[in-house]
């Protein structure tokens, strides 16, 4: 007599419980790194979903003029940052 409480579990099902845990594990592997955001998988940032576009950056000139309008600075230091700015771009 070979086990206590009978034959005990044959080849086939060892395999069947071995493959298993395999899948179960491999399962849970690939939904933790589903899940994760895609920036955390390639090292770099976010990925922008397809579709999407960014809004385009405010030029040099619409900050100054934001600046400006939120009374960040007044009319002389706005004159004088307008007219280097317009210079710098070769009087455009």
Known sequence: MMGWYGSGMSGGLWVFMGLFWVVLIAAIIWLVVRLLPSGARTGGTPAVPAGSVSPP????????????AHGE???????AHRAALVAARGGK
């Open 73 to 79: 600075i007044d009319l002389e230091t706005y004159q």
């Open 57 to 68: 950056l405010p030029s040099s000139m619409d900050v100054l003029d934001g600046r400006l």
